[in-house]
């Protein structure tokens, strides 16, 4: 039986105290036929060195200045040969058979966009925070209410044979481009749930998502704005709460009383 190839790239920058974690989640999968890229932004601290340390079991790795974490995702996507591909942020984590369960599923239907399942929630010490979540969603559900608690990234495999575009996601955007890469898939083509544990997602307070959930609550209103064309009125209300929130100040750690 043929064994697809597999692709997963780790775009990473300063986050040494996890990346070697995320490695090894990657290395020790179950499945074997999986090409791992790592694609570091010049990081200053031990990053280079944890990469270096593995470096003869990957198929490809930098560690030099880019654009940020998307263009560092698309300089990934050039190099990368799989079928389905993902991608983990150097924090987060894999389960040790969650290619084998994809590839399952992929080699009974190969028509799906996506393929995903149950992601954990967990600390910065590894800690878990919250059991698996995950649900069978669609595209307009998606575009209404986003992504959460339906669908994490991490736990997300992307069929390559519709990835129908130049890029893999789209570096105009800071934040939301898991997001935007997830409408453009689910948009035109059925997505598939797995009911088993894929992934584990690391909140912690140096991370992106909890730096900036104003600015990427934002991007992601512009994406439902320009995929939810039907709740056009709903979205702008949604605009209008979220400025009523700046504006009074009831915003704490970041996140608006929304």
Known sequence: MSQPLVSII?????QGNWLEETILS??????????????DGGS????KEIIEKYAHRLSYWQSKQDGGQADA?????????GELIAYLNADDLLEPNAVEGIIHAYEVNQEFSIYYGKCKTIDASGKLLEEGNGNQVYFDALAKDG??????????FFNRAYLNRDTFVDSSLQYAFDYELILFLSKTKSILFLNRNVASYRVHTSSKSYLYKI???????????????????FIK????????AEKTGKISNGKAAL
């Open 10 to 14: 780790t775009p990473s920058f300063n």
């Open 26 to 39: 990657v290395l020790n999968q179950t499945y074997p036929n999986i090409e791992y890229i790592i694609i």
């Open 44 to 47: 200053t601290d031990n990053s």
């Open 73 to 81: 995702l698309n300089i990934g996507f050039k190099k990368a040969k």
């Open 147 to 156: 992504m959460l608690p339906n669908m994490y990234q991490p736990a997300c």
């Open 215 to 233: 600015d990427a609550y934002k991007e992601k209103l512009s994406l439902q704005e320009k995929y939810d064309t039907k709740n056009f009125l």
């Open 237 to 244: 209300w949604k605009r209008l709460k979220l400025a009523v």
